[in-house]
């Protein structure tokens, strides 16, 4: 019985999860990214396989009702089963078929590998059972790995990333045949969420993030970013949305900007939706509403007008208000007497750490330089840091 | 706004705080942490409120209907083990106290929605820390707090933690410190209660306190 992962995209990456695989959802501490593993256990459910959903943080009635939230109505179905890890460590009566006492490891050993003979795919919170039952469970997690090898079943971790000893992250690592990271895009606060694959050992991809909503009942949903370029009136700013977009639409009357910009670009896996703002004061009300949904800002600024920067600068405030990263481009750099980008970071006060690349829209020159700039801003921490969880692919 | 807030008098806290609020039980710590959290809301903060031990109906109860409600965000983590299935609204959350990926991923999704309607002043009030002790080993909630007050700092935001004295060992008290900035502590002497203020920089005198249903009065 083939086995899918059930997540928007991920499956025509992965294709399936084949037998005697172990699939990780690696998931930052701050991101609900369990339901990943709940959507990839109800798809296989609904497609008549046999599923087990281990159970330590919370009851078996919270997990049927976490389940219900997302619509999914897993007490329905006959080939649900829980295995209860929790009602024992509580010091409960455990009414499930399947229960142990997770301290207990020869228990907990005995019932999982009961548990893999009879299903098609087990899900375990993994660092769940380290966090209770302490590191040392990782000897224990590493059986279950190497006994599902030649079975008919698959395994799927959630596996929080807390900041654990290397050690267990390794291990994780090691143990785990395809990672599927679960993340923020972090910029003070988390603004948005991505998922991506770093490493799956059955199929050549090329890694891509894939930004997502949790949406109930429905569960996890790919969604396009909304980046928001602004800048004050006549500053290139249409021009630079057309430059990028591989379809875009303005609404102009008399060659300046009424309603809105809107281009689409796919570039480096991501799909992103991009909206020019109309540079004239009277569409303030426009901009803070996009704003509020938008996930980053790119200000155009006319380097050979410092005369408007006050007005970009004042642009610049109104969105950095919704705590947005932003990037300026300084437009028009074929044109004589444009400023350098360090002149215009001087003449706008802008501090050492916002990015300012030279643009000349209308050539097409430095436009994507802008894009890569904005998603490393988004991204960057995430996807460029050292610490990650490498792609065999 | 002022950058900074005096809890007790002499003692400014900068934003980016991670607090500690520490004594036995009964000497006006929760009372003290709620009625510093109404303040910051009626001066504009955004309020984030974990709890553990009372609902979020009885926290609303208390804050009564003089403040803004939009400036209150509130993860419940008793109702949903008490009554099973309940339903999460804007700005009520519901929890389990063994849930801490849970209770993460809600306080940082509370932080998106201040942050994504400007208000960029946030207080955190987290009553307790001791009854995720009781569930959860020191490690896994050390580890769960080294990301929030991770996110406090880097926000400059302010955030009260309330652990009980006499509910755990040494070892547990001195890992969790090294977390904070500074310690608000309580303690109770005769019949009356005081208050006072420890940091790696400062100390208070003690202080006596009045606790009552409505506030805590350092006298
Ligand atoms: N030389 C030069 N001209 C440019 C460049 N980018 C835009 N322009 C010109 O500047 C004028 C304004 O460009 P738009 O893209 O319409 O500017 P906008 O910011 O959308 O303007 P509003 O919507 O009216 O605020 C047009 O005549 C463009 O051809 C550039 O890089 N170099
Ligand atoms: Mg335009």
Known sequence: ?????????????????????????????????????????????????????????????????????FGWDVENYKNFNIVDLHSAYVGLPSNCKYSADPTNVDEVNDVLMKVIENCDLVVVPVSSIIDVCGESSIECIGEWCDFIRDKSSRLVFTFVSWPYPEKIENFIKVNSNAIVRVGGVHHRVILGYYYGVVKVDWKNIKSKAILFKLV?????????????????????????????????????????????????????????????????????PILKIIGKEALGVILVVDSTKPETFPRAKQMLESVAHFGLPYVVAANKQDLPGALPPEEVRKKMYLPEDVPIIPVSAVNGEGVYEVIDSLLGLLTGRLWVSEDEPESTA | ???????????????????????????????????????????????????????AETLMSWLGT?????????????????????????????????????????????????????????????????????????????????????????????????????????????????????VVEFKEDNGRKYVRFVSPFMQTEWREIVVDEEAVVVT
């Open chain 2, 1 to 55: 706004m002022n950058m900074s807030y005096q809890i007790i008098p002499n003692v400014e806290l900068k934003k980016g705080s991670n607090i500690m609020v520490y004594g036995p039980t009964f000497t006006g710590k929760s009372m003290f942490v709620r009625s510093i959290f109404r303040d910051f809301i009626s001066r504009g903060y955004g309020g984030i409120y974990v709890l553990t031990k009372d609902s």
């Open chain 1, 1 to 69: 019985m083939k086995v899918i992962s059930g997540i928007p995209v991920l499956d025509e990456m992965i294709e399936e999860i084949p037998e005697g695989k172990v699939l990780t959802y690696w998931i930052d501490p701050e991101v609900e990214g369990n339901v990943f593993a709940m959507q990839t256990l109800f798809t296989n459910l609904e497609r008549d396989c046999r599923c087990a959903y281990v159970t330590l943080t919370y009851s078996p009635e919270v997990v049927v009702s976490e389940f219900n939230e």
């Open chain 2, 66 to 182: 003089g403040y803004d409600s939009r400036k209150v965000r509130i993860i419940d983590c008793v109702t949903k083990s008490m009554v099973g299935n309940v339903k999460d609204t804007d700005s009520v959350k519901y929890s389990t106290v063994m849930d801490l990926t849970g209770i993460s991923a809600k306080i940082s999704k509370f932080f998106e929605d201040f942050w994504r309607s400007g208000i960029k002043n946030i207080v955190v009030v987290f009553d307790s820390l001791s009854t995720l002790l009781m569930y959860m080993n020191l490690q896994t909630v050390f580890r769960f707090l080294h990301i929030l007050t991770g996110r406090v700092k880097i926000t400059e935001s302010i955030a009260f933690y309330i652990v009980e004295d006499g509910m755990h060992d040494e070892k547990t008290i001195v890992t969790l410190k090294q977390l904070f900035s500074g």
């Open chain 1, 216 to 284: 109930r009942p429905g569960g996890v949903r790919a969604y396009i970013p909304k980046i928001l370029v602004t800048g004050p009136y006549n500053a290139g700013k249409s021009t630079f949305v057309h430059a990028v977009s591989m379809r875009s639409i303005s609404v102009d009357r008399l060659g300046t900007t009424v309603a809105l910009d809107h281009g689409h670009l796919e570039y480096r896996g991501f799909s992103i939706d991009l909206f020019g703002t109309p540079g004239q004061e009277r569409f303030d």
